[in-house]
């Protein structure tokens, strides 16, 4: 895309976040790949919206682009796997399992076989490396940490994280002025 094409999305998409349009700014921010919102990122893993924190990580990053995303989409898919076993919800444990997980055992075939063990135990928490593992909301504090690590590691992430600085309804003077 030209420079004019992202200057324009830049415009509306403060538009329309000025205008209270969020879930539109969103679909925008990802379609356009131009601006990945860190703070709308943050809001939605520590709710727990797993299909829309990989939606719009969609928009910028696959699992297999490399390193970084593999990780980032991992840790997103394990605490969510984990959530499902901490709820004792084993069929949806193994769901995500074989649906989201599964994709990384030809990557690391020992840690999914680990992975798949958790089914097992009565609580997961009884493996020794998650014995830590806290509530939900602080597990999910703790990998979000994590994840903001990556994504600023990430080159696909590179002029991405940061918002032009625009004067306050920008496009609606530009528009004023014709």
């Known amino acids: ?4 094409s992202r200057e324009l999305v830049f415009l509306i998409l403060q538009f329309l976040d000025e205008e209270k349009f969020k879930e539109t ?8 790949g131009f601006y990945f919102n860190i703070k709308y990122f943050e809001d939605e893993v520590l709710n727990g ?4 924190v990989e939606r719009y990580l969609g928009g910028f990053t696959k699992v297999d ?7 980032i989409f991992f840790e997103i898919r ?4 984990l959530e499902a076993l901490d709820k004792h919800d084993r069929s949806k444990a193994v769901e995500i399992l074989v649906k989201d997980l599964k994709v990384f055992a030809s990557f690391n075939e020992e840690l999914f076989k680990e992975i798949t063990q958790l089914l097992t135990l009565e609580n997961f928490r009884e493996n020794e490396q998650l014995s830590k593992y806290g509530d939900t909301k602080s597990a999910r504090q703790i ?3 994590e994840l903001k690590k990556l994504i600023e590691a990430n080159p696909l992430f590179r002029d991405k994280l940061q918002f032009p600085s625009l004067k306050t309804s920008r496009l609606r003077t530009l528009i004023n002025q014709r």
Do not use: I
Not at 78 to 81: A, I, L, T, V
């Open 1 to 4: 895309m030209t420079s004019l």
């Open 25 to 32: 700014v969103h679909k925008l921010e990802q379609e356009s």
């Open 49 to 52: 919206n797993w299909d829309e």
């Open 65 to 71: 682009d490399n390193r970084y995303s593999m990780k």
């Open 78 to 81: 394990k605490q969510k796997y």
């Open 143 to 145: 990998m979000l940490a």
